[in-house]
């Protein structure tokens, strides 16, 4: 690849990690509002937008799609906790079975290196903890036997 290919996808990579950093913003500040008019009702209004910035993220091509997945994962568990219904609803397996589709595509396709991994375990162990209590203790299994083979 020409040294002006490689700076043209580096430029488009950037403005796509932009996009998701610019998306991103706009959820959490509407999730902020969830008990004013304009906030989110539910969670699955709040998934609906935050699927797509998870989806945007699993496009990315460097390693910033790990560190921003991180974040989001985080962040998703803190949110799960704050919506009252999902201690109630069946749906909830769905949204940890599509994080760790998301998890699985980043971890297959982008070269993790050990500190990640580290990291990546920490986060997906807390998300297992956390749909423990919701009555789904296989959370993540998949997706934290790929790093750790257990």
């Known amino acids: ?26 959820i959490q500040r509407k999730f902020h509002k969830r008990n004013e008019p304009g906030g989110y009702d539910t969670i699955q209004e709040y998934w609906e937008d935050f699927t797509h910035v998870v989806q945007l993220t699993l496009h990315l091509k460097t390693s910033s799609s790990i560190q921003i997945l991180l974040n989001l994962t985080g962040d998703f568990h803190d949110v799960f906790d704050e919506f009252n219904e999902t201690k109630k609803s069946l749906d909830c397996r769905e949204y940890f079975e599509a994080m760790e589709f998301a998890w699985k595509s980043i971890i297959q396709t982008h070269k993790v290196d050990q500190t990640d991994k580290v990291r990546i375990l920490n986060v997906l162990r807390d998300g297992q903890d956390r749909a423990a209590v919701l009555s789904l203790p296989s959370a993540y299994s998949h997706a934290i036997q790929m790093l750790s083979g257990e």
């Open 1 to 26: 690849m020409e040294t002006e290919d490689i700076l043209k996808e580096e430029r488009h990579e950037t403005t796509r990690i932009e996009k998701i950093e610019h998306d991103y913003a706009q």
